[in-house]
């Protein structure tokens, strides 16, 4: 049982008229598959992913504003993202507020950030434009799985959600499935070969630089691995390979006479 203040416009009214307006305001939405299988258990406040469902990672450029207000204000951008318990980010992604320009603000912002979403299908995005006194000159809900990645113009409604004829914002929109820190390399490899080869290049000419072979690395790794199987670990592969060439050229030096009893 859901209840709504309808005599209020206030943002969880807004959640659920912008949730609705997906479909075109027909009235009904089907849950997600998940949710409607019997031999599925959902915990909507668990943080790990469901099962069957691919966590996304979005980012979100406020680029500019136009026609927010016809007065010379201060205006700022808020930008949040609600669903799950986990999936939920108020009040953390806000603009910097552009004095005296109501008609187009450039913002021009560092991209907000949600790293993952674990259910995209009940994750949606609302945007709300303010004053310099924090009062709200337009707003829009935006469901997840509904946009489309790249240079967009939101079109702005009212605190009864009621659409705005002038008022957009202009953003840059990313969206992308989820991948583990753990992973993002050989993902970030898989989509841009080329510039993995030349990032790989770079690190072998300073390590080279440094006199240090990939070699010498490898034989460090397989030495720590024998180490950590029988319960003793080095102090790193690079560290390692950098020892061995200084004992290595020490060797040279007395080899040669060089090198001090001291």
Known sequence: MVSLNFQTPDVYMQLNQGKFDYNGMCGYLLKPDFMRRPDRTFDPFSESPVDGVIAAHCSVRVISGQFLSERKIGTYVEVEMYGLPTDTIRKEHRTKTVPGNGL??????????????????????????????????????????????????????????????LPTLFVHLVLKTYVPDELSGLVDALADPRAYLSAQEKRKEALHNMGVDDSDIIEVQEQTEKGTATGTTGSGPIHGAIAKKAREEAAKQKANGTLSNE
Request: glycine content about 4%; proline content about 8%.
């Open 104 to 165: 187009n603000p450039i913002y021009n912002e560092e991209p907000f950030v949600f790293r993952k979403v674990v259910l995209p299908e009940l994750a949606v995005l609302r945007f709300a434009v303010y004053d310099e006194n924090n009062k709200q000159l337009g707003q829009r809900i935006l469901p997840l799985d509904g946009l489309q990645a790249g240079y967009r113009h939101i079109s702005l409604r009212t605190e009864s959600t009621m659409p705005m004829t």
